[in-house]
């Protein structure tokens, strides 16, 4: 395993941005409370459920996007 040069650079990254995403929607979902949720219909549930799921499968795909800086090797 090889880290990356630049610690800072790496909030930068389209998939940390992504992941930071789909964790904070999923904190949220969890910081609700119960009484809540339970006046909620179930699809707010499993729509954010797939919401984080699509957000972090685009952190996966942003893995392979080229995110040097302009004019960087």
């Known amino acids: ?6 610690p800072k650079e790496v909030w930068t990254h389209y998939s940390t941005l992504a992941l ?17 949720k ?6 707010v549930g499993k729509a954010i459920a797939w919401v984080t799921f699509f957000v972090a499968m685009a952190g996966l795909g942003g893995k392979f996007i080229d995110q040097a800086p302009n004019g960087a090797p």
């Open 1 to 6: 395993m090889k880290f990356i040069s630049n």
């Open 20 to 36: 930071t995403f789909a964790g904070s929607v999923q904190g949220m979902w969890a910081a609700l409370p119960e009484s809540v």
């Open 38 to 43: 339970q006046d909620l219909p179930d699809t």
